[in-house]
């Protein structure tokens, strides 16, 4: 058993593996990455083998799209070679995915993670190119400039954001419950997702419109799930006849702004903030037993 000294919450555990926490949170709810120690009702610590184990997964595939069985059967390999003492391995071949697919995936990956630390305007692409393995030259064969490959790692972190809320709620019925979920994975993708918009809401004062285009279609992508579903919930009666399209944006906006809140300090958990946002969207601010 580790040291309580060794053990770690997800921040750090992202921040060692190189993994996004969405990510991480994927491979539990697979079953791929074991649970971590829970100490509380929204309190879990992370070992030293879940770091290991998320270093083996990274050696054995690069995105989300290979398949979760693959994963399985080559991590039961894995462990098979510990126990015998075998050399570990993990140039295994990605099914599906052509070289130059795979080389793609590696240098949006690198991209991802410069843009995310660095920004956009602070990355040019010799930094691409050697976070990727890959002389500078070779970059060009993939992509037309640094632009060409940002537009691309939009829409890769959007999907893969988009995908995740469609995975966490798809057993859900319940709307205020759905809701939660998709506040959920906003909230834990956020750092992401928000160097992402803060980064193309710094093109947009360029003359070139690609920016204003992009922002429009993440929103719209991000809310048009939800005015589908206050459609719906205004048809059945769960919610009073209100303007969905305002609504999804309102839900949007507020968790994002409070989503910033949180990481400002410690002061507030995720919980703590969807509970305040729960209770100020279902009783409003008006005072016990006073009406307007």
């Given at each position: 058993?580790?040291?309580?000294?060794?053990?770690?919450?997800?921040?750090?555990?992202?921040?060692?593996?190189?993994?996004?926490?969405?990510?991480?949170?994927?491979?539990?709810?697979?079953?791929?990455?074991?649970?971590?120690?829970?100490?509380?009702?929204?309190?879990?610590?992370?070992?030293?083998?879940?770091?290991?184990?998320?270093?083996?997964?990274?050696?054995?595939?690069?995105?989300?799209?290979?398949?979760?069985?693959?994963?399985?059967?080559?991590?039961?390999?894995?462990?098979?070679?510990?126990?015998?003492?075998?050399?570990?391995?993990?140039?295994?071949?990605?099914?599906?995915?052509?070289?130059?697919?795979?080389?793609?995936?590696?240098?949006?990956?690198?991209?991802?993670?410069?843009?995310?630390?660095?920004?956009?305007?602070?990355?040019?692409?010799?930094?691409?190119?050697?976070?990727?393995?890959?002389?500078?030259?070779?970059?060009?064969?993939?992509?037309?400039?640094?632009?060409?490959?940002?537009?691309?790692?939009?829409?890769?972190?959007?999907?893969?954001?988009?995908?995740?809320?469609?995975?966490?709620?798809?057993k859900e019925k319940n709307l205020v419950k759905r809701t939660e979920l998709r506040a959920r994975v906003f909230f834990e993708n956020y750092q992401r997702y928000s160097e992402i918009l803060n980064q193309l809401r710094a093109e947009m004062a360029s003359e070139d419109h690609w920016a204003q285009e992009k922002v429009k279609k993440i929103y719209w992508d991000l809310t048009k799930p939800l005015i589908r579903e206050a459609q719906q919930g205004i048809v059945n009666g769960y919610i009073r006849k209100v303007d969905p399209d305002l609504l999804a944006f309102t839900l949007i906006g507020i968790v994002e702004i409070l989503s910033l809140r949180v990481k400002l300090d410690h002061k507030y958990s995720f919980d703590k903030v969807m509970s305040f946002v729960q209770d100020i969207i279902l009783r409003g601010l008006n005072p016990v037993g006073q009406s307007t």
């Open positions: 058993m580790a040291n309580k000294k060794n053990l770690m919450r997800i921040g750090e555990l992202e921040k060692l593996s190189g993994m996004p926490r969405y990510t991480i949170h994927f491979y539990l709810r697979e079953g791929i990455l074991h649970p971590p120690k829970k100490t509380g009702q929204t309190m879990a610590y992370y070992d030293e083998s879940h770091l290991e184990r998320l270093q083996a997964i990274k050696g054995l595939k690069r995105d989300l799209r290979l398949p979760t069985v693959f994963l399985r059967e080559q991590l039961k390999g894995i462990e098979n070679r510990e126990q015998t003492g075998a050399r570990k391995s993990f140039a295994v071949s990605q099914p599906g995915l052509s070289p130059k697919e795979k080389r793609k995936q590696e240098i949006i990956e690198a991209a991802i993670h410069l843009f995310a630390s660095k920004g956009y305007n602070h990355t040019n692409v010799r930094d691409i190119a050697k976070a990727a393995g890959m002389a500078t030259g070779t970059f060009y064969i993939y992509y037309t400039n640094k632009r060409d490959l940002f537009v691309e790692v939009v829409d890769d972190v959007i999907r893969d954001i988009i995908g995740e809320i469609a995975d966490a709620i798809r």
